[in-house]
């Protein structure tokens, strides 16, 4: 699945986004609107990650949707 599929179904998405990142508010998932970067930058603002680790973070998520 790759990040335009993510975000044309974001809406559908965005609560296994909050599963799996509960320190994302509801504002943040609505301003992420299923951008692969806004969410990779919210990780790294939330949880203090650097970027390789959110990517790969995103990466796992995003293969999770996939089973």
Known sequence: M??????GKWLQFKGE???QW????DDDLNVIDGEKDK????LQERYGHSKDDAEAEYRSWEQSLRS
């Open 39 to 42: 969410l990779i930058g919210k």
């Open 2 to 7: 790759d990040s335009n599929v993510i975000k």
């Open 17 to 19: 986004a909050k599963k």
């Open 22 to 25: 509960g320190q994302l508010t």
